[in-house]
């Protein structure tokens, strides 16, 4: 069955940065793309960029995409996503989520388990 | 503020039939497709419906997509006290070039 398992929650203060992984396994890694979704508490989602799994390419959103970079190793079926400069108002849940091959936009169809990550000083 | 706009609540009775509305515009429903989410309070969100109206497998046909225009409609009969949940919907914006969910809508099951 498909799964995507992610690392544990984080705390860390504003300035640093935090990186949050997410193993795959469960069907051909390189077949899918994985969005980065985070939710803050009590908030909506917000889509935070998109990561092939089968070539060097991504797509940011216009929000972070100075501070965040989206990365994936095919040899261990893990993606990753560091984002730097923390600030307060990046407390939220980061949620990995299988994608389109190609692109993002057609549909989110699994999950991993979401990952904590709080920033305080 | 979302690109796509939902109420924020919405409630029936057990048994009853609820629909969930999300508008947009012509950059994102308009013309492209739509999915629908159920996220229960502490966990991750599930895909509901994709390409507006198909259902996953193992999701029932209690749940239907539709999408005329710029917006789209979650259908969800025969309520049970287990849909409770907050529900969003999301798609792809052409002049992003990102996706994009909207607000949510907390269903309650009265």
């Known amino acids: 069955q498909v799964q995507l398992v992610q690392s544990g929650a984080e705390v860390k203060k504003p300035g640093a940065s935090v990186t949050v992984s997410c193993k795959a396994s469960?069907?051909?890694?390189?077949?899918?793309?994985i969005s980065w979704v985070r939710q803050a508490p009590g908030q909506g989602l917000e889509w935070m960029g998109w990561?092939?799994?089968?070539?060097?390419?991504?797509n940011y959103a216009q929000k972070v995409q100075d501070r965040v970079t989206m990365t994936t190793d095919p040899s261990t079926s893990t993606a990753y996503m560091e984002l730097r400069s923390l600030r307060s108002d990046d407390t939220a849940v980061y949620y990995c989520?299988?994608?389109?091959?190609?692109?993002?936009?057609?549909?989110?169809?699994?999950w991993g388990q979401g990952a904590l990550v709080t920033v305080t000083s | 503020q979302s690109v796509l706009t939902q109420p924020p609540s919405v409630s029936a009775a057990p048994g009853q039939k609820v629909t969930i509305s999300c508008s947009g515009s012509s950059s994102n429903i308009g013309n492209n497709f739509v999915s629908w989410y159920q996220q229960i309070p502490g966990t991750a969100p599930k895909l509901l419906i994709y390409?507006?109206?198909k259902r996953p497998s193992g999701i029932p046909d209690r749940f239907s997509g539709s999408k005329s225009g710029t917006s789209a409609t979650l259908g969800i009969t025969g309520l049970q006290t287990g849909d409770e949940a907050d529900y969003f919907c999301g798609g792809w914006d052409t002049s992003l070039s990102a996706s994009v969910f909207g607000g949510g809508t907390k269903l309650t099951v009265l």
């Open positions: 990561v092939s799994s089968y070539k060097d390419k991504t």
């Open positions: 469960g069907y051909t890694f390189t077949s899918f793309g």
């Open positions: 390409d507006n109206n």
């Open positions: 989520a299988r994608d389109g091959k190609y692109s993002s936009g057609l549909g989110l169809d699994y």
